[in-house]
């Protein structure tokens, strides 16, 4: 199994969550892989085109080292993550 975990600054970048998670998924023993994927808003105009209200516009995407830092929570609980 792969665990994929978005990293939206203000959202789900707080060390103690990430951690929790991160302890969690190497204890099931199946997770070969976490990924960190940084938030981004390339989907911003789909939610337009649906007519859909998208309460993330004016969020910002995730700086290189809050991302290395967060790959490096997931690596501390001995997961390969990337």
Known sequence: ?????VLA?????VPSEMEEIAD?????GVVERA???PFHQM???K????GMDYSLGT?????????TAAID???RAGLAAM
């Open 1 to 5: 199994m792969w665990l994929r975990y």
């Open 9 to 13: 600054p203000g959202l789900t970048d």
């Open 24 to 28: 969690f998924a190497a204890a099931l």
């Open 35 to 37: 990924e960190v994927l």
């Open 43 to 45: 989907g911003r105009h």
């Open 47 to 50: 939610w337009r085109k649906l």
């Open 59 to 67: 969020a910002e995407a995730p700086t290189a080292k809050a991302i």
């Open 73 to 75: 929570i997931f690596k």
